[in-house]
């Protein structure tokens, strides 16, 4: 498993120079807490999280059974800014089995204000506290209905790749036009869980490949939404290694693998022993992968060339 590099102190220095440099506005000093107490600055700040399962931190308990945990992506994210910004508030809106359609409707999870969106363009649009950072990820189950055991539903990918298309652009309109100038949106594209089909002799091997080909066409539409909307794209995708099926590595307890596959078994519950397999989620590591995409994807964005000057584990 390649050395994941985590950097949260470049991270938080490049989000506050670029709040800094593209004029955001001042924020006004807390009301004097009471003798004795105190009051983080990072307390003023947020970061606000969107999406699916995948921003929920969704895992496969001992039985099963989809829980909820706080080691998602989105968690592990906020843990690092923490870090340097002590007291920054994490707004967590993500919700299971949310789909395009219903983070612009509802449908799904409760928000005060309605749906997923509605309820994230109030949180932009009020005054405290200051939302810093917003991430995104939204899609997937757009698609998971079209893919089955059986095979893939063509007919069915192609609805939902245009239905998504079209319901992303209309959610990244609003949440640019709710959020400050220089509050960066960063979005992501998805691994490809059905790689573990591979395992599974010939049959399997055709699937994964198949499913690789339908999610990667549906990767670049989500990727074309993100870039007509100016808004970065973790990549999540390369981070898992998804359209590696020609190298292999050995893979413990199985055997030699493309490393594609290799990369879903280590950091999803796709492999493991039953009852928890199935299960499309990330494990813990694999969030932290995750969450290595958008820090990349922020530096990328707010200091381009930046990253590549960094020599290997190097610190700023």
């Known amino acids: 498993m390649r050395a994941v590099r985590k950097r949260p102190t470049v991270?938080?220095?490049?989000?506050?120079?670029?709040?800094?440099?593209?004029?955001?506005?001042?924020?006004?000093?807390?009301?004097?807490?009471?003798?004795?107490?105190h009051v983080p600055f990072g307390s003023r700040f947020a970061y606000l999280s969107l999406g699916d399962s995948l921003a929920a931190g969704i895992q496969a308990d001992e039985n099963g059974a989809n829980v909820e945990t706080r080691d998602s992506y989105t968690?592990?994210?906020?843990?690092?800014?923490?870090?340097?910004?002590?007291?920054?508030?994490?707004?967590?809106?993500?919700?299971?089995?949310?789909?395009?359609?219903?983070?612009l409707n509802g449908g799904i999870c409760e928000y005060e204000h309605g749906s997923q969106l509605d309820e994230a363009v109030a949180v932009l649009q009020a005054s405290r506290p200051l939302v810093l950072l917003v991430t995104i990820d939204i899609g997937a189950n757009d698609m998971n209905r079209c893919l089955t055991p059986a095979g893939i539903d063509q007919a069915c990918a192609a609805r939902a790749s245009a239905t998504a298309g079209?319901?992303?652009?209309?959610?990244?309109?609003?949440?640019?036009?709710?959020?400050?100038?220089?509050?960066?949106?960063?979005?992501?594209?998805?691994?490809?869980?059905?790689l573990a089909a591979w395992l599974y002799g010939p049959r399997g091997q055709e699937l994964a490949r198949a499913t690789n080909q339908v999610l990667g066409q549906y990767n670049d539409t989500l990727e074309q939404v993100y870039s007509a909307a100016g808004v970065p794209v973790a990549d999540v995708e390369t981070a898992f290694d998804s359209t590696e099926l020609e190298r292999t590595e050995e893979l413990p307890g199985v055997g030699v693998v493309p490393i594609a596959v290799a990369r879903v078994c280590q950091w999803t519950w796709m492999?493991?022993?039953?009852?928890?397999?199935?299960?499309?989620?990330?494990?813990?590591?694999?969030?932290?992968?995750?969450?290595?995409?958008?820090?990349?994807?922020?530096?990328?964005?707010?200091?381009?060339?930046?990253?590549?000057?960094?020599?290997?584990?190097?610190?700023?």
Request: some cysteine; proline content about 11%; charged content about 15%.
């Open 11 to 37: 991270l938080l220095v490049v989000l506050l120079l670029a709040l800094m440099v593209q004029g955001a506005p001042a924020v006004a000093a807390p009301v004097a807490p009471s003798p004795g107490t």
């Open 75 to 103: 968690d592990q994210l906020h843990r690092r800014l923490t870090r340097v910004l002590p007291g920054l508030r994490h707004i967590r809106l993500g919700c299971s089995g949310e789909t395009t359609t219903t983070m």
């Open 166 to 194: 079209a319901n992303l652009a209309e959610i990244l309109q609003r949440l640019r036009a709710a959020a400050r100038p220089f509050v960066p949106i960063v979005g992501m594209n998805y691994y490809n869980p059905y």
């Open 271 to 316: 492999c493991v022993p039953p009852p928890r397999r199935p299960n499309i989620h990330a494990n813990t590591t694999g969030y932290g992968v995750i969450a290595d995409a958008f820090e990349q994807a922020l530096l990328e964005t707010l200091l381009p060339g930046g990253v590549r000057r960094l020599a290997p584990g190097a610190r700023v």
